[in-house]
């Protein structure tokens, strides 16, 4: 038996699956469901479209199957178009003096092609680049082509980095040095009197204005980044001292990824252009604010201060953070400065889509009951069950469900003294679900539903076991709990009758994923569609294109997924085509990061087979057909081959 809704909702409706998935909330227009159930993507937030499920079709055909990684190229263009353009408003309409200049930070997401399809796009707006560590500074220095657009170095740094910054100025690139610590002043210093460049530098403030929602600690006096107004007052000291007046130009703050709640940022914003125009007022050739990153992404839809929400759009913050300096400059009689920003999560997460298949399902009632032995006496305790089960006695829900968590703990413990047998107990246990299951019916049903019984629905949802693994894929899901729209790519003009959870192929209990987005709180189960033998079915994780694709780990040894780079085609039936396509590790890679080696293996395995074969245990055609197959499967990839 399986939770079911067929009686509620007689004639469900794609509007009933849009509305469900919550998809024209969390979507921001690029998501809808065409006629026949299928999920589509817009690109560019116009009628042009893509079905999803056509991707993964010619993506199996390629030999990509999922767990599939989809990244719709053209959906991230619109958003670095969208960035820029509501900032060029939002500066024309308050008659803002300075421009903007956004970098994009490739730690968000650092793979070349995400790197260039944002560089391609914001290439009309000078649009740059920002890095956190040596490595993405030689990657953002090497990639770098418009000169009218920053290269902003954020992060700890050593000699090395600075020096390579440092080298960059002298090509012509306009690269700032973003001192996190008070220390790297004088090495910065040091580093460009031996060079020979003045450096360009910008002062990182620790804010007093402290972040909210999960991210928030990268902000307040004990974040571990900026300098404290005092620090601030001693490294312009220093470089007066050094004759380095002209280099410092910028301030930099960044309150946390994530920022839920806009007022946070308004705060933040009128803190820090106050340092903007004290160290003007020092003297200082100031002329750039950059305000970070934060700009949140509404993965549940609810447009509130949730912290998987946002409670304002990006229009708002574009003209709040223009706003707000323009008015604390005002005030302070100083021309405004050209203004950064740092936003990787909005411009990223929503161009990339988790595929995965539904491989299986576990019940709570995969054991039928079955009728009782006529050889033996029935035990009461499976008497009462099935008395409670028939609700014999007229008892309310609450005391039934009482009863039968009595009898169960009875049954288990006649079990384990040996009093009852296996199929006794599996009776127990299968009555016991389905008493829970009919509780679970009549709470749905019912206005109020007593506090013990609010977690029956999710004590019986089934498992939807899925390819792929959370700890790849969804790793933020799993280490702080983030939460991502989840829906099928199909069937969308069924009725989902199935109040499921879904599970990873991992052997990690933790491997889950059993809270969902909701417009209202969190959904604890998912209404999914019963499973069709020989059909595949397919659901899509959405928003995922921030920081997923980097942080996630080899538990299990899974890894990378196979992955297709999508760009609209308007020649193409389908409108689309696949330009790049890039398989997910296979088993050799993935052992090889482990310090083994496939061809090592391969020979200690031929050891064992030669030496079973020479025992006469296996015939010798059959060792070299076990050896090929091992072979094979080293080639082959870690995920389950469905
Ligand atoms: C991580 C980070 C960002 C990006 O933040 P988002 O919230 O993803 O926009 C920007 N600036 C700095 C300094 C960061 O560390």
Redesign the pocket.
Known sequence: MTASHKDTTPSWTVADSENYYGLKRWGGGHFSVDDEGFMQVHPLCDQRSIRIHDIVKEAAQKGLKPPLTVRIQDLLHTRVIQLNQLFRDAIKDEKYDGRYRGVF?I??NQLREVVEEIQDAGKPFNYGL?C?SKPELMIAIAMHKDPKSLIIC??YKDDEFIRLALQGLRLGKEIYL?VEQLSEVPRIIQISKKLGVTPRIGF?IKLSTVGEGK?AS?SGEDAK?GLTSPEIIDGARRLKRAGLVESLRLI?F?I????PNIQTIKKATVEAARFYCELKKMGFPMELMDV?????IDYDGSRSNYESSMNYTMREYARDVVYNIKSVCQDAGIDVPDIVT??????VAPHSILITEVCDRISKTAVPPRPASKRKKINPVLRDLQANLDNEHGSTPLERYHDALQKKEEANHLFSLGYLDLAERAQADSTYWAICQELCEQAKHSRYTPEELESLPQMMAEQYVCNFSVFQSLIDHWACKQLFPVAPLHRLNESPDVDATLVDITCDSEGKVSSFTDVEDIRHTLRLHELKPKEPYYLGVFLVG??QDIMGDLHNLFGRVNEVHVFLEDDEEDGFYIEDSIKGFTVNDVIGFTQYDGHILTRLMKKQIDRATKADEIKPREGTRMLDEYAELLRGHTYLAT
């Open positions: 930070p730690k968000v920002e956190g954020n992060g973003v990182r991210w990268s980044f930099h960044h946390g990824s994530q920022v970070g990153g934060g700009l949140g740092e936003s990787g999560r909005a411009i921030a920081y």
